[in-house]
């Protein structure tokens, strides 16, 4: 996963909240102030799933989600104001719920449902939390935040082959590195990280899964 920034809402989101200051996200949101959520949550987050980081190909299938469920423990009962708060939408990819199969098969909000998350996509220390092992298989030391992302979020989901592929977005990576720096000094290697972390964090030029690279650059660079 990666730190979201959330950037000012879309002026037809504000305009709809304070015309319909009792609407509800689920019965009254509007095709358009959608369309225009999911265009601005598509460019901020470079295309990519805010949980898995997949590449999403348009905003047109990005799914709006909401950081803090709409209905906690799913209560029927919720606070309508706060669905239509655009501070915890989040742009996530369909996981893998398009197509027919078990829950266990799916990742992302479409396995989550409404269960509540201890995980902040919008904290950077919540997000540094999140580690990756050799196999490119996501955890954490943090026991909530550990459950979040392998049993909530689904992240390590076999069907969708999400720790290899982040392995070998990783491998990819540090063989570009390397050979950028062959024959070089030990402060070459050390810029060239500093290069990529800054191209990444600070840039925010973000690539599909880069999410480990991002942890492992972290590592290398004694980054806490």
């Not at 998350?117 to 955890?139: C, H, M, Q, W």
Request: glycine residues 4%; positive net charge; proline residues 4%.
């Amino acid at each position: 996963m990666i730190v979201i920034k959330r950037g000012k809402e879309p002026n037809s989101l504000l305009k709809f909240r304070k015309e319909h200051p009792d609407a509800d996200y689920e019965t009254d949101m509007p095709t358009d102030v959608s369309k225009d959520i999911r265009e601005q949550m598509w460019e901020e987050q470079s295309c990519l799933c805010a949980y898995c980081m997949r590449k999403i190909d348009a905003p047109s299938v990005m799914r709006i989600e909401h950081c803090k469920p709409r209905h906690p423990k799913d209560e029927k009962e919720h606070d309508k104001k706060a669905t239509l708060d655009f501070k915890w939408m989040l742009g996530v990819c369909y996981g893998n719920s398009l197509l027919k199969g078990k829950l266990k098969d799916r990742t992302c909000d479409a396995h989550r449902g409404n269960t509540e998350l201890t995980l902040n996509p919008f904290d950077e220390l919540s997000i540094r939390k999140i580690k990756y092992k050799a196999d490119g298989s996501v955890y954490s030391d943090d026991a909530d935040i550990n459950k979040d992302v392998t049993e909530t979020l689904n992240l390590n989901c076999q069907a969708l082959s999400l720790p290899q592929t982040r392995k070998n977005v990783l491998i990819a990576e540090q063989k570009r590195i390397m050979k950028k720096c062959k024959d070089k000094k030990q402060d070459a290697f050390i810029r060239e990280l500093e290069r990529t972390y800054a191209s990444l964090v600070q840039e925010r030029n973000l690539t599909p899964y880069c999410g480990i690279i991002i942890s492992w650059l972290e590592s290398k660079l004694k980054i806490s």
